[in-house]
């Protein structure tokens, strides 16, 4: 009997592995930020360890003068000294998180809050922010995530941005409420940082409700394709010269 040496058979059978055809689906499963929801969360930000940063980068500032040294806990920061206009502390109510922001003088304020994670290294993770439709307060809203290091200039540990992304606000009519930002993760206790400021002279509170970190994944399915008569078929793919290598 003559052996056949296609790749497929007439059939549609494959005689040699490696022919499926595969689809990736990717999908973000978990939740790695604790207490995202300010409804659930209610007025206790307002409490929350908050430090007042006078340094030309406030952002790291904060994180090296008041460290997030337990996992999963909101801490908070805001501008201070001669630097910067101090608009007040983040606070938590009525189901939403509150960022002040003024300018005075020329100069921008700052105030934020950030929490240190417990993730897996190399894996990645995408942020999602809920904002409002609240009109009024005019600021921009900045989701940031940083990974630490040690600084052997200052021998002691501080911090690298990893990934940045802004949201303007007010939201306008027709413009997506959600702010979404992929990073992945350098260290296992990679720190996520939302602050806001503004260019405008009047007091602003820069609210959103919710904050989502989960985690990708990844996953390779076969490829079906439905026939005349409804019957499902695997796709193949045909290398080279189509038959059937010596090696």
């Known amino acids: 009997m003559k052996i056949s040496r296609q790749q497929i058979t007439a059939r549609g059978i494959s005689q040699q592995s490696g022919l499926d055809t595969l689809s990736s689906i990717i999908n973000y499963t978990g939740e790695f930020i604790n207490f995202g929801n300010a409804f659930s969360y209610i007025n206790t ?4 360890t908050d430090y007042a940063t ?22 908070r920061y805001h501008s201070s000294g001669a630097l910067y206009t101090n608009a007040g502390s ?13 300018k005075s003088g020329g100069l921008n304020s700052f105030c934020g809050m950030y929490q240190k994670l417990l993730l897996t290294t190399a894996k990645e993770y995408k942020i999602s922010v809920q904002t ?12 940031n995530t940083y990974t630490p290091f040690y600084n052997i200039e200052i021998d002691s540990e501080s911090y690298i941005l990893t990934s940045s992304v802004i949201k303007d606000l007010p939201n306008t009519a027709g413009t997506l409420g959600i702010v979404e930002s992929l990073f992945t993760a350098r260290s296992s206790n ?55 290598s010596d090696d």
């Open 190 to 244: 990679d720190i996520l940082l939302i602050y806001a400021t503004t260019e405008s002279t009047s007091s602003n509170l820069i609210v959103f409700s919710d904050i989502s970190i989960q985690e990708k994944q990844e996953y390779l399915t076969q490829v079906y394709a439905t026939d005349m008569w409804g019957n499902a078929h695997k796709v193949l793919r045909v290398a080279a010269d189509q038959t059937i």
């Open 54 to 75: 006078t340094t030309t980068d406030p952002h790291i500032g904060a994180l090296v003068g008041s460290p997030p040294s337990v996992i999963n806990l909101w801490y």
């Open 90 to 102: 983040a606070t938590s109510t009525s189901g939403l998180f509150a960022l002040l922001a003024r």
């Open 132 to 143: 409002t439709s609240i009109t009024g307060s005019e600021g921009t809203l900045y989701i």
């Open 45 to 48: 930000l307002s409490s929350a």
